[in-house]
């Protein structure tokens, strides 16, 4: 990973990196040390994708987020939206008594949840504006669209640019995707690279 932050800081030095991680040491040394600029928890402070399983770290990354106070992604796992407002609302008080920054919420499409509790989702996820934080969506090219369709990953761009319409239309404010150069109507303005070390980005919706 820190080879990988050492190229996009060579190559790309104007670019905004988010790192994917669920550790919490491992966070503080992105920001810290090699030049990263957003977390993006994939564990909403410390579960897996698996409901309610607890990732076992000597830290927390609520406390890791409220020290470093750089942006911070929070991704639910919860099946559900009643569930994952619930949630969100005591994490979101969490983050804030611990002095944290620019939190941006990830209702977790493809995390802890069916095909089926997905497409709920999208239905009603406007009710995250109630939050009152910008909401980040990221779908692109994942199962619930070719799963749904049929094909793959490969051909599922247009399943995906019709997913992001609706989550654009339902608030979302941030698209996760992988295919910029085909979007119109945002500006891709942030690399990010996750810990397998391959590069998408994010687009911030004018």
Known sequence: LRWALDIVRREVPEAVVSVDTYRPALARRCIN?????????????????????????AESMFDIV?????PYILMSVKPTLREMMK??????????????????LDPGFGFGKTLEQNYELMADMAAL??????????????SMIWKLIGGTPATALPGTTALHALAVERGASILRVHDGADRGGGRENEAITNQRSYITCFLILA
């Open 33 to 57: 040390d090699w030049g990263a600029d957003i977390i993006n928890d994939v564990s909403e402070g410390g579960l897996t994708g698996i409901v309610n399983t607890p990732i076992h770290e």
């Open 66 to 70: 409220g020290e470093l106070k750089c």
């Open 87 to 104: 949630a969100f609302a005591g994490e979101i008080q969490q983050l804030r008594d611990r002095g944290a920054k620019d939190i941006i």
């Open 129 to 142: 504006q109630a939050l009152h934080l910008p909401v980040l969506v990221g779908i692109s090219r994942k």
